[in-house]
């Protein structure tokens, strides 16, 4: 008896931060124009994807002071986008970053409820939070968490039987708003009382068409895989390796049981770029080409610069790592995540040095590229499909390199050779993003 393969699961990205972009690119559009998330939407919805994704950005980043000209400024809010984009698509998912520190339960929860209704069961969330001070200072209430309550120990207990942290506290009074009206349709009145919420009344719209929109959590450390273990349908991650992705897709799946449930109900979905050519030659040429676009020798320098802490700007990108050590708690570089501890980092990045002989350019282009499938349609499909198969991902989000016609390639050269490899659908089947997912409602808790 033939087994049947299994599925994968694919979403879309909407490119525009860090240095993922290429917007010297000819082909680039704008990264605000409704037309650019229009155009990027259609594409993945005629893919049959089972969601687009916007991330969200709550202040300008800044390098040494000025405005972080590498990067997206002026993004539009998330919501406000999917709102529009579900008039205009008719079974794609619309999935938003949406930070849970500034924001309140009942005010995000009836956005991603009104989402839900508007677009037929498609909203998924994204759970961020923020812990900086700089980016607070927009907000009325300004940084007040300790790193701590960061999203990485989402669902991390504190010791003596304490309350959950703030955003795993708002994901479980978010559910409670959403659960608060009967799937008769009949509004109940809800209290919630805890540590950071204490909220009651009534939920202003009835149960969502798909019960709750589904909700994403992003994070590698032990507490976000608990939070994921525990909470999410999605785990947005990314892993460099198939063997890297299939030691942390074992892990996460393995903590699922304590929490009754099964491997299916948290999908494991890694960010990831591609690059296709005519010949997987072609392809390695046009990627090596595009990380010398992405990464130009300023980039190079900003990006070593928000390791070390420190104004690097006498030193070649073309020359050697610098000696002296990363400062620590440097505000040089305000509202860019760090990439880890700067002195691991740097350690890290002085062994890649000195073992392949690289400059600082090069060193960066190596240590920031993100996992990437190269090669013809052929290979990547394969590739594709070998790491859903070996349990090292559920599917993939695909990041782009262009707005917004990065994905035009993919959907038209890719995605026909997966139907073919029987690993991915050829239709949908259903209407909500649980259903694309092959995630079943939320048991209502009345």
């Known amino acids: 008896m033939t087994t049947a393969p299994k599925q994968l699961h694919l979403a879309a990205h909407f490119p525009g931060v860090n240095n993922t972009t290429v917007w010297a690119d ?36 800044e390098h040494n002071g000025l405005i972080h000209d590498l990067d997206v400024v002026g993004r539009p809010e998330s919501l406000t986008v999917l709102n529009a984009l579900a008039a205009v698509t008719d079974r794609l998912g619309l999935a938003a970053t949406v930070n849970a520190t500034f924001n309140e339960p009942f005010e995000l929860a009836r956005r991603l409820a009104t989402l839900d209704h508007l677009s037929e069961g498609r909203a998924g ?14 907000f009325r209430r300004g940084g007040y968490l300790d790193r701590a309550e960061i999203p990485q120990v989402l669902g991390s207990a504190r010791t003596g039987g304490t309350p959950l942290t703030r955003a795993a506290e708002f994901v479980a009074t978010a559910r409670e708003l959403w ?30 068409p798909q019960g709750h929109p589904v909700v994403i959590q992003a ?52 960010g990831v770029g591609f690059v296709l050519g005519d010949t997987d030659a072609e392809a390695r040429e046009k990627a090596a080409a595009l990380r010398l676009q992405q990464v130009s020798p ?73 996992q ?32 917004p016609g990065g994905l035009d390639d993919f959907v038209d050269r890719v995605v026909p050779l997966l139907q073919e490899r029987g690993v991915f659908r050829s239709a949908y089947t259903g209407s909500t993003l649980r259903s694309h997912l092959g995630l079943a409602e939320p048991v209502w808790k009345g």
């Not at 939070?129 to 927009?138: P, W």
């Not at 990363?326 to 000195?354: F, K, M």
């Not at 349609?377 to 990041?399: K, N, R, S, W, Y």
């Open 26 to 61: 000819p082909r680039s559009g704008s990264q605000i124009d409704f037309s650019s998330f229009e155009h990027l939407a259609r594409t993945a919805e005629r893919g049959l994807f089972d969601f687009f994704f916007l991330a969200e950005g709550l202040r300008l980043r």
């Open 125 to 138: 969330w994204n759970v961020v939070t923020s812990s900086d001070a700089f980016t607070g200072e927009n």
């Open 179 to 208: 659960d608060s009206w009967t799937p008769d349709g009949t509004p109940r009145p809800f209290a919630h009382h805890g540590e950071h919420f204490s909220v009651e009344g009534e939920f202003t719209l009835p149960r969502c």
């Open 219 to 270: 994070g590698d450390s032990a507490e976000g895989r608990e939070f994921a273990a525990s909470a999410a349908d999605v785990i947005f991650t990314r892993h460099g390796t198939l063997e890297a992705g299939r030691a942390f897709y074992a892990n996460v799946k393995g903590r699922l049981a304590k929490y009754g449930r099964e491997p299916d109900e948290l999908k494991i979905m890694p």
């Open 298 to 370: 300023q980039n190079a320098m900003l990006a070593l610069e928000q390791v070390w802490g420190r104004d690097l700007s006498s030193y070649d990108p073309d020359g050697p790592l610098p000696e002296a050590d990363p400062v620590p708690d440097s505000e040089l570089v305000q509202g860019r995540v760090r990439l880890g501890d700067p002195l691991a980092v740097a350690a890290r990045w002085r062994a890649l040095s000195r073992q392949k002989g690289l400059s600082i350019r090069q060193t960066v282009i190596e240590a920031t590229t993100r």
């Open 372 to 403: 990437s499938f190269v090669g013809s349609p052929g290979t990547v499909a394969a590739e594709l499909a070998e790491f859903v198969a070996a349990g090292a991902a559920d599917g993939f989000i695909l990041v782009p390199n262009l707005t």
